[in-house]
């Protein structure tokens, strides 16, 4: 069973850094692209980068672009999004997903983002 | 980037009754591939999104045959032949044929 697991959340001022982590099961990691998408309390769905299979290839969101990294461990079957110069607006629950034929069938149960101005 | 719209944004249905929406996009998501790359996702309330169809109008496995998808170009539709209480949530389109993805604002359904 495929399972994507989340963490690292939590509460940042602004200008702070935070780093989530996506623990991947249940497939073979190192062979499928992944994302994160992030949704805004109340709010819509916002794909925020992917990655490919060994993390040489990265997509970003321009709102988030020079701010946030996304990296993988394929060794650790983890994937990564490192958030600096934090803003306000970028408080959301973070959700990865994987990539693939079709896309994004599996997700994670999202992890919560709070960033206090 | 592309603009995807979503019509109605809310949807209120009685059971056993049909369900539409339409998505538009401000670009054609048709692919040199010759894909379309436009899907559907249901959000429940404290659930991340599950994809109901990908490229236009395929069915996930596990997802009723009341669901189906249409469309082509700019122009897509969501239709639920006899909608259920368990279809209440936010549906979304979303393209991938161009970076950056993106979403349409999202439309609640909810049964009367």
């Known amino acids: 069973e495929v399972q994507l697991v989340e963490s690292g959340g939590g509460l940042v001022q602004a200008g702070g850094s935070l780093r989530l982590s996506c623990a991947a099961s249940?497939?073979?990691?190192?062979?499928?692209?992944m994302s994160w998408v992030r949704q805004a309390p109340g709010k819509g769905l916002e794909w925020v980068a992917n990655?490919?299979?060994?993390?040489?290839?990265?997509y970003y969101v321009d709102s988030v672009m020079g701010r946030f990294t996304i990296k993988r461990d394929n060794a650790k079957n983890s994937l990564y999004l490192e958030m600096n110069s934090l803003r306000a607006e970028d408080t959301a629950v973070y959700f990865c997903?994987?990539?693939?034929?079709?896309?994004?069938?599996?997700w994670g149960q999202g992890t919560l983002v709070t960033v206090s101005s | 980037d592309v603009v995807m719209t979503q019509t109605p944004l809310s949807l209120s249905v009685t059971p056993g009754q049909p369900a539409s929406i339409s998505c538009k996009s401000s670009?054609?998501?048709?692919?040199?591939?010759?894909?379309?790359?436009l899907y559907w996702f249901l959000q429940k309330p404290g659930q991340p999104p599950q994809l109901l169809i990908y490229?236009?109008?395929n069915r996930v496995s596990g997802v009723p045959d009341r669901f189906s998808g249409s469309g082509s170009g700019t122009d897509f539709t969501l239709k639920i032949s006899r909608v259920e209480a368990e279809d209440v949530g936010v549906y979304y389109c979303?393209?991938?044929?161009?970076?950056?993805?993106?979403f349409g604002q999202g439309t609640t359904v909810e049964i009367k």
């Open positions: 670009q054609s998501l048709f692919y040199s591939n010759g894909k379309t790359y």
């Open positions: 249940g497939f073979t990691f190192s062979n499928f692209w």
């Open positions: 990655v490919n299979q060994d993390g040489t290839d990265k």
């Open positions: 490229e236009v109008s």
């Open positions: 979303m393209q991938s044929t161009q970076l950056p993805r993106t």
């Open positions: 997903a994987r990539d693939g034929v079709p896309l994004w069938l599996h």
